[in-house]
């Protein structure tokens, strides 16, 4: 009876302790009380000038904001709050919901839409009148009250991917995730392999995925890229920024889990 109840213990304690290591593994990008480690570029600014306090930690949220300095005019100053280390294999975890209303002059398509830039280019490398960085672009999309609307889609400014073996050029690829409406909170996860494969989940659900992330030749910024890169398009690793377009956004978890 005693060796029995010992075993039983003892697999318990080895179940909860390995419940432990695994979520060990995840590392908080967002530390929930402040901006370290992440550093803003705003369009039309310089480096680490975060105009307006566009990105800010208010209530335990890192939060996205146009109220202070904007004088309710977007101006196409797109923002990007990049974390300050680069990553190639890994899962990426983050909690969003939009809230608010959209600044009256943000474009049509921006209306509660933010966005995830995996494998970009550093915040120093963007000039200073660079709209996004040149990067494989997870997007966020709240739906609108009504109809369908996917979020989880990919978009990729001066990069493509391969789809189903062939190169795929169009900017947007959509995902097959549901709509979600409202200020409701959404979990989304990224699994990143380097240059071979990146898979979109929403909730453990598999809602995208595409290969081989590589720069645009055609892309100005990225012909650059490509120079640096010895001439080599395929895409190992790179920064992850967060976006500011105009609609405000809240984010409560930014976590990553490195892979070999």
Known sequence: MKK?????????????????????????????KDLTGWTAKIKGYPVGENFGETFRVEDGLLKVR????????????????FYHRPFSNYVLRVEYRFVGEQLPDGPGWAKRNNGIMLHGQTPESMRVNQDFPVSIEYQLLGGLGTGNRSTANLCSPGTHVEKDGKLYTPHGLNST?????????????????????????????TVLEYQKPQYDPGD??????????NGNVLIEGGTISIQAESAPCDFRKIEIKELD
């Open 177 to 205: 995730s549901e709509t979600y409406h409202g200020e409701q909170w959404v979990t989304v996860e990224a699994e990143v392999r380097g240059s071979k494969s990146i898979i979109h989940r929403i909730d453990g659900k």
């Open 220 to 229: 100005a910024d990225a012909a650059l890229l490509i120079k640096q890169n």
């Open 4 to 32: 029995t109840l010992l075993s039983a213990l003892t697999i318990t304690g080895l179940l909860c302790a390995g419940t432990l290591r695994a979520e060990a593994e995840w590392t908080q990008l967002f530390n929930g």
């Open 66 to 81: 146009y109220d202070k300095g904007y004088d309710n005019k977007f101006n196409s100053r797109f923002g990007h709050l």
